[in-house]
């Protein structure tokens, strides 16, 4: 199944994200982030006979409203979040999935996987041939921000794990260039995850007691520019450390010491 992939600016921090087009002749729209005339031609090329996104963050979600009436396409959302994906595109969706549903795209389908860990609301969809339109699930180079308080450490590791095992054989990111190596880069966006909770740990145990002390302890480079979101970062770290039994998080007090 062909996977046609549009570059649109959007609120992203990387100033771009990446809609597509899943199907030949009959298509599945996803992440349109924006309106523009590149994302207008590929759509007009198709009969769009669906819009879904992987998650509702600003930057995936901006060109629903517009696309949903140009094409009059089937909206689709995760169930049980239909009031925030409503109130972040503007829509109310005509139909929601779950794992394993299969959205039919002329003669195949596109299977969705549960994937949340950087946004509560993340799936990604997965071809007959088994590439997956991952949304901000992985990227090729660099890390994915899984931040507190929506972003969840414990899931996300295991939405890379799971997806992983699947074995595809490309993924088509949210951001920046097509995976061609899935495997490797899924293992090392655990790896660095794995990394920075130990540094993490570390930090509270060689007596950090607050949260920015941890961050300092924990990141080794200058933040100028993302110290909020390391922070947020570190907080979700903090919190799967906690549920884990590692550390103690008070919340409320952003303080934290050993268990």
């Known amino acids: 199944m062909h996977v046609t992939s ?26 349109p982030a924006d309106r523009t005339p590149d994302l207008d031609a590929a759509v007009d090329e198709r009969d769009v006979a669906h819009v879904a996104v992987t998650h509702t963050h600003p930057d995936h979600v901006d060109g629903v409203a517009d696309y949903a009436a140009e094409t009059g396409a089937t909206v689709w959302c995760r169930r049980g979040r239909e009031a925030r994906f409503e109130d972040r595109t503007g829509v109310v969706p005509d139909e ?98 794995l990394d ?11 007596g950090a007691r607050t949260v920015d002390a941890v961050l300092d302890a924990a990141y080794d480079r200058d933040l100028s520019g993302v110290r909020e979101f390391a922070r947020a970062t570190v907080v979700a770290h903090l919190e799967k450390l906690d549920v884990e039994g590692d550390v103690h998080l008070d919340r409320a007090r952003e303080r934290v010491w050993p268990a």
């Open 196 to 206: 920075r909770e130990d540094r993490v740990r570390r930090a509270v145990r060689d």
């Open 6 to 31: 549009v570059s649109v600016p959007s609120r992203s921090p990387a100033g771009q994200t990446n809609a597509y087009l899943v199907g030949d002749s009959r298509a599945l729209l996803v992440d």
């Open 96 to 193: 929601t999935f779950v794992e394993g549903s299969v959205l039919s795209v002329g003669d195949a389908g596109v299977r969705v996987l549960d994937t949340p860990g950087h946004a509560a609301d993340h799936v990604a969809f997965e071809t007959p041939d088994a590439a997956v339109v991952s949304g901000d699930l992985a990227v090729a180079a660099g890390s994915v921000t899984v931040g507190a308080p929506e972003g969840d450490l414990r899931a996300y590791l295991t939405a890379l794990r799971r997806l992983r095992a699947r074995d595809p054989p490309v993924l088509h990111p949210g951001h920046g260039p097509r995976i061609d190596d899935p495997r490797a880069t899924l293992a090392r966006l655990v790896a660095h995850r």
